[in-house]
């Protein structure tokens, strides 16, 4: 069932596309501002384009997992100035509260303190901490920096400084400190603690960029911190510590006990892409778009796992202070009002289909299969889809981050339009002009 939101596009949509045909489409999508990222001054990214009545979610902050995102796709269209002023930023910030993984790895700190982590959600306008309760333990988006700056150097596109590659030496260091491989971290969707194959994941591919890097005698010599140098034998030590718990644990993404377990979660989609963490043509990557198409994607999206409270069935009816907390009082506000969850009620996100055609993208290009190519164009048109209509009050052909359950009817949420939805589809629609390149 291919359900679309704004009519206007059923002139573009086909079954099958040309390489002009995807032309047109992100061009009209361009025009229409579609793609518009509104970017601060030095370069970072807001999680959502606001307005007044819905500033109150918070997404004026910045995420540097969200930032990533955002900045990747500007890479992976040839606007490299717009990625590499985007990154260097976000090292400028880790260099401002470079304490806080010394004060870890020095064991002056206990990381159960999720406080005083490193903080991956932050005030973008002048790179300051934000003062709020944050679930901020999270070695997924510190995984996504170190895996995108180390490819960019590699690439000759940042030239680092010696602070930011002595900067670089406290990320390892500090995944060695919290036994990232066994950590109990919130991941991608910042809620409660458990061990995540999900950040494992994104963590091993930024130890990796990191000792490909290394390889280079120019940044080895000065990456480390006091008297800890950053050797291939120390990232490798560290890279099979994480593969082997991440072998244990997948296709699942926790397999601890409940309620922590979970067999199924979206997230695991990012190891594939843009990670590239599991290999292409693995049986566990077939396994993971499996499990996803088959447990979590429904008629407007793909929900992030069973049983999300976020934006589930009739969300604007919870008190606002109870929407935007972190998911410790929202759960035990459910608890409290008795509020039942039923599965089919979770939230549709709007930033895995995009992600499901470029991993499609990517089998086609490897294989040459057409059924590959076939199941790239039908979730790059489910994408599509989700753009929203002329009756939407945030205005036509946005990207939300979701839809959700209002009194019967699938509606957007209040994050209209995400700029990490933004960023994925633009990245799916460049796939699939490689694709029939």
């Known amino acids: 069932m291919l359900i679309i939101q704004n009519e206007k596009l059923l002139d573009f949509l086909k079954s099958s596309y040309t390489l002009g045909d995807i032309q047109n489409i992100s061009s009209f999508l361009q025009n229409q501002e579609t793609f518009k990222f509104p970017q ?35 890479y992976l269209i040839g606007q490299i100035e717009v990625a590499t002023k985007n990154i260097r930023t976000l090292m400028t910030y880790f260099k401002k509260y470079q304490q806080r993984f010394k004060n870890i790895i020095e064991g002056e700190v206990n990381p159960e303190e999720i406080m005083k982590r490193p903080n991956i959600r932050f005030d973008g306008n002048n ?4 003062d709020q309760d944050w679930n901020h333990a999270q070695n997924d988006a510190l995984g996504y920096f170190l895996w995108f700056y180390c490819k960019l150097v590699r690439e000759g596109s940042i030239k680092p400084e010696l602070d930011d590659l002595e900067t670089l030496a406290l990320f390892p260091h500090y995944f060695q400190s919290v036994s990232y491989w066994q950590d109990e971290d919130s991941g991608h969707w910042e809620e409660d603690r458990k061990i995540e194959a999900s950040s494992i994941g994104v963590v ?25 140098s950053v050797t291939a034998e120390f990232l490798d030590e560290l890279i ?8 244990s644990i997948l296709p699942s993404e926790c397999i601890q006990p409940a309620p922590q377990e979970r067999r199924y979660d979206a997230a695991l989609l990012f190891l594939i892409y843009p990670l590239q963490v599991i290999d292409i043509e693995d049986d566990i990557t077939n396994q993971i778009l499996n499990d996803v198409i088959e447990n979590l ?12 409270s976020f934006w589930c069935r009739d969300y604007k009816d919870i008190p606002e202070a109870i929407r935007t907390t972190i998911s410790i009082e929202r759960e035990q506000w459910f608890k409290e009002n008795n509020r039942e969850l039923k599965i089919g009620e979770e939230a549709q996100w709007c930033i895995f289909d995009p992600i499901v055609s470029a991993i499609f993208g990517q089998k086609f290009q490897k294989t040459g299969q057409k059924e590959y190519l076939e199941q790239q164009t039908y979730y790059l048109n489910r994408s599509l889809g989700q753009l929203t209509g002329k009756d939407s009050g945030f205005g036509e052909f946005k990207c939300p981050e979701l839809y959700y359950l209002q009194h019967g009817q ?13 960023a994925n589809l633009r990245i799916a629609l460049k796939m699939m002009e490689q694709s029939l390149s």
């Open 204 to 228: 091993i591919a930024g130890l990796k960029e990191l000792k490909q890097l290394l390889t280079d005698a120019r940044f080895s010599a000065h990456c480390q911190y006091k008297d800890k």
């Open 40 to 74: 601060l001054d030095n370069g970072l990214f807001s999680a959502a384009t606001l307005a007044e009545e819905t500033e109150y979610t918070g997404y004026s902050s910045v995420w540097v997992r969200d930032n990533i995102y955002v900045a990747y796709s500007h």
């Open 297 to 308: 994607q429904g008629d407007y999206g793909i929900s992030r796992y069973l049983g999300d």
């Open 240 to 247: 099979d510590r994480g593969k082997t718990s991440l072998d």
């Open 127 to 130: 790179l300051e901490e934000i």
């Open 410 to 422: 699938y509606v957007s949420g209040d994050a209209t339009p995400l700029l990490w939805t933004q």
